[in-house]
């Protein structure tokens, strides 16, 4: 019988099972990679890469964000299955970002594994949410798996962005909305976009990943950050969606100045979207997050109904004795 091992490598997992060497989220020589989405903490070693799995959004971001993939790839579309000798690879809608995946993998002696990278099982505006897929063994994320995290229902979250967007709009002024650049900003630039605010994005990286979601066939319009230094170019009223308020600052000043060395620059107000806003900076943001909240792991680890969970990243360990109290054999993977 083959025994399963599993274990924390770099920015992800490698799991070896008899001939099958898998690494989620990393490269590692002599290891099939499964890359579930681009954001910098789940690609490392990606050079030691031979042969990668991944979406065609997943490959596309990580173009938009400057990493190119030299190695062997295979674009796998989520809800599609490969067959591998010993095994097969099923990707699955991880709601996270775009082409965000988790990888169910099943083997020819049955055993079911299911990876989940980041995921979310709530919809956001531009992203459909998770679903849970019974498996064997399940390695899911952590990020916010302690009790605390709870996050408000995400409609209400929306509407008090939209809110807040319209108030600082009146008194003159221009809200910056701070979000990661690929996921989160465009949620909020689809948001804005569809409350009837024009939307700018305040820099490149949000300009690069948006087009990608566009031609992706997400449906939202917004100004390209370039504008900002061309005052000109822009209506009165705007709404910023910025991964670096400092570079967004940085063109509006140079905006200002660019007819008159004296002219003062508009005033900005800024506000964080993430789930960490609930509890850490709370009155500075909105508790937009990609994420599933503390609640919804517990809800989808029990709907995979797994013999053993392994959980990853930061809350791990505590993520893992919530799961055991309930029932569900879990270690942390550290
Ligand atoms: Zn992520």
Same mark, same amino acid.
């Given at each position: 019988? &083959? ?15 008899? &001939? ?7 490269? @590692? ?34 173009? @938009?964000?400057?990493?190119? +993939? ?13 067959? /591998? ?11 996270? +970002? ?14 079911? +594994? ?20 019974? @498996? ?39 809200? +910056? ?7 989160? @900003? ?49 209506? *009165? ?44 900076? /709370? ?40 799961? *055991? /109290?309930?029932?569900? &054999? ?5």
């Amino acid at each position: 019988m &083959n025994s399963l091992r599993i274990e924390k490598h770099g920015t992800g997992i490698l799991l070896r099972y008899g &001939n099958t060497k898998l690494a989620f989220d990393t490269g @590692a020589t002599g290891f099939l990679t499964l890359l579930s989405h681009s954001h910098a903490d789940h690609i490392g070693q990606l050079q030691k890469a031979s042969h990668l799995v991944a979406t065609r959004g997943t490959l596309d971001t990580l173009e @938009a964000r400057g990493k190119s +993939v030299s190695c062997k790839s295979t674009i796998i579309r989520n809800g599609e299955t490969l067959g /591998k000798i010993g095994y097969y690879i099923t990707a699955l809608n991880a709601g996270h +970002v775009l082409g965000s995946s988790m990888f169910r993998i099943e083997f020819d002696d049955g055993l079911s +594994v299911l990876y989940t990278g980041d995921f979310n099982t709530v919809d956001s505006i531009v992203h459909r949410r998770a679903r849970a897929i019974e @498996a064997d063994v399940l390695i899911t994320e952590a990020t916010y798996g302690t009790p605390q995290w709870v996050f408000p229902e995400r409609r209400g979250v929306h509407r008090d962005i939209v809110g807040k967007a319209k108030e600082i709009i009146e008194s003159d002024k221009i809200p +910056v909305f701070r979000a990661y650049s690929l996921g989160k @900003a465009q949620e909020a630039i689809a948001l804005l976009h569809h409350s009837g605010i024009t939307t700018v994005s305040g820099n490149k990286a949000i300009d690069a990943v948006s087009s990608v979601y566009k031609s992706h066939g997400c449906d939202f319009n917004f100004i390209p950050s370039e504008s900002l230094s061309h005052p000109k170019d822009l209506p *009165d009223q705007i709404a910023v969606v910025s991964s670096s308020p400092k570079h967004t600052r940085a063109a509006l000043i140079r905006g200002s100045k660019r007819n008159d060395e004296n002219a003062r620059p508009p005033e900005m107000r800024e506000y964080n979207l993430s789930g960490w806003t609930l509890l850490e900076y /709370k009155n500075r943001g909105f508790p937009l997050s990609a994420h599933s909240d503390f609640p919804h792991l517990l809800r989808f680890a029990k709907a995979v109904n797994p013999r053993v969970v392994y959980c990853f990243t930061g809350n791990a360990r505590i993520l893992a004795r919530h799961l *055991d /109290k309930g029932g569900i &054999n879990a270690v942390p993977l550290e």
